[in-house]
Structure formats: C-alpha cells, structure tokens
Nanobody, 114 residues
Framework: QVQLVESGGGLVQPGGSLRLSCAAS????????MGWYRQAPGKQRELVAT???????NYADSVKGRFTISRDNAKNTVYLQMNSLKPEDTAVYYC????????WGQGTQVTVSA
C-alpha cells in the first residue's frame, strides 16, 4: 500500500497563491497518472488537474491558466501551484491516482477569502 499525504493548504486572500504538496511513502509517480482533486462543502469531489507518467498535464476548465501540476519523482512528491486564487477555489484538496485507486487521505484545506 502507498500512503499519500497532502500539505500546503491554508487561508489566502483572493488573487493570492499557494503551493500544495502530495508526498508518497514510496516510489509510485513513474507508474501512475496522478491527480489533484477537490471537494467543496455540499459538492461532489472534482478532479482539477492530472499529470501522466510522460509529463502530460490536463486541467479542469475552472482552474486552467491558474493552476499548474508538477512532480518530482526523486522526492516522490506531486505539487499543485495555485495562482490567482478565487473564493470558489475554497475546498479540501486531495491527491490520488487518476482514476483514483487508493484510499482517500485527510486532504488539505484551502480557504480563499478576504
């Protein structure tokens, strides 16, 4: 089994930036497409960004041009750089494979508010 731990969330003003990290307990990112998901209160979990084993990325329309997913295989870490944050980005952010094969962790809370 692989444990994924999200970190880097917090409270940020609209227009601000955060970088989220997803650390894996062992090497996995050379073998799976990874994704960042988010879930806002009362809403279904949403896939917002993916990165393939070859480095190809894809984004939900709602975050395109503002978020960047990347990975560092040597560190077993996937990142989500979030710029120009909006209140509607407020959610708990999770990482997992895409499609999700592992269990869900605690996620990291991102709150965008003035």
């Amino acid at each position: 089994q692989v444990q994924l731990v999200e970190s880097g969330g917090g409270l940020v003003q609209p227009g601000g930036s955060l970088r989220l990290s997803c650390a894996a307990s062992r090497r996995i990112f050379s073998f799976f497409t990874m994704g960042w998901y988010r879930q806002a209160p009362g809403k279904q979990r949403e896939l917002v960004a993916t990165i393939t084993t070859g480095g190809s990325t894809n984004y939900a329309d709602s975050v395109k041009g503002r978020f960047t997913i990347s990975r560092d295989n040597a560190k077993n870490t996937v990142y989500l750089q979030m710029n120009s944050l909006k209140p509607e980005d407020t959610a708990v952010y999770y990482c997992n494979s895409a499609p999700a094969l592992g269990s869900w962790g605690q996620g990291t809370q991102v709150t965008v508010s003035a």
